[in-house]
């Protein structure tokens, strides 16, 4: 079992940077694959980024590519998702998952409650 909690959405400008936290109970952390999803109001929850349990390899949505940077530290049982460049159309609630690496939701067991991000233009 693992739960999820994150922090770090707020209000910030066109162009700002915020970097997002999800901490994670549990000891099992390390063997999980992370994800970043987002979610705006009537569309579906979107991938965003993925890192695997050691933090050696990244994948990420084509919209986010050379803007966010998913990273994790095992010690601290946290994964975060630097996000610079930011654009209106990033705004959204996100969302940290655990599970497969993988882009769709369905491979993801566990997830926080979400944070939420609004850039304003």
């Known amino acids: 079992q693992v739960q999820l909690v994150e922090s770090g959405g707020g209000l910030v400008q066109a162009g700002d940077s915020l970097r997002l936290s999800c901490a994670a109970s549990g000891r099992t952390f390390s063997t999980y694959a992370m994800g970043w999803f987002r979610q705006s109001p009537g569309k579906e929850r979107e991938f965003v980024a993925t890192?695997?349990?050691?933090?050696?390899?990244?994948r990420y949505a084509d919209s986010v590519k050379g803007r966010f940077t998913i990273s994790r530290d095992n010690a601290k049982n946290t994964v975060y998702l630097q996000m610079n460049s930011l654009k209106p159309e990033d705004t959204a609630v996100y969302y940290c998952?655990?599970?497969?690496?993988?882009?769709?939701?369905?491979?993801?067991?566990?997830w926080g409650q979400g944070t939420q991000v609004t850039v304003s233009s």
């Open positions: 998952a655990a599970g497969d690496v993988a882009r769709t939701t369905q491979y993801y067991n566990y």
């Open positions: 890192i695997n349990w050691s933090g050696g390899s990244t």
